[in-house]
Nanobody, 115 residues
Framework: QVQLVESGGGLVQPGGSLRLSCAASGSISNFYAMGWYRQAPGKQRELVARIFSGGNTDYTDSVKGRFTISRDNAKNTVYLQMNILKPEDTAVYYC?????????WGLGTQVTVSS
């Protein structure tokens, strides 16, 4: 059983930056994809960004050019650098890891963008 623990959320003003971290209890090299998802109040959970074992990435359109996902296999950690944050980025952000058989989720970290 793999545990994922997110950190780095908080309150930030519009235009500010945050870096989220997702620390795994095991080796992330076992996962073909790791991603960040978010869920705002009253909305469905949506994909924000994913990174694949080969290094390819994809992003939802609303964050392209502002967010960057990266992974450090040596630290078993995935990051989400979020710049130029907007109020509409406010949500609980979740980390997800995909193996061929299973998917694992973290418990989430709150990001609030407000002046």
């Amino acid at each position: 059983q793999v545990q994922l623990v997110e950190s780095g959320g908080g309150l930030v003003q519009p235009g500010g930056s945050l870096r989220l971290s997702c620390a795994a209890s095991g080796s992330i090299s076992n996962f073909y994809a790791m991603g960040w998802y978010r869920q705002a109040p009253g909305k469905q959970r949506e994909l924000v960004a994913r990174i694949f074992s080969g290094g390819n990435t994809d992003y939802t359109d609303s964050v392209k050019g502002r967010f960057t996902i990266s992974r450090d296999n040596a630290k078993n950690t995935v990051y989400l650098q979020m710049n130029i944050l907007k109020p509409e980025d406010t949500a609980v952000y979740y980390c997800k890891a995909n193996s061929p058989q299973l998917a694992y989720w973290g418990l989430g970290t709150q990001v609030t963008v407000s002046s």
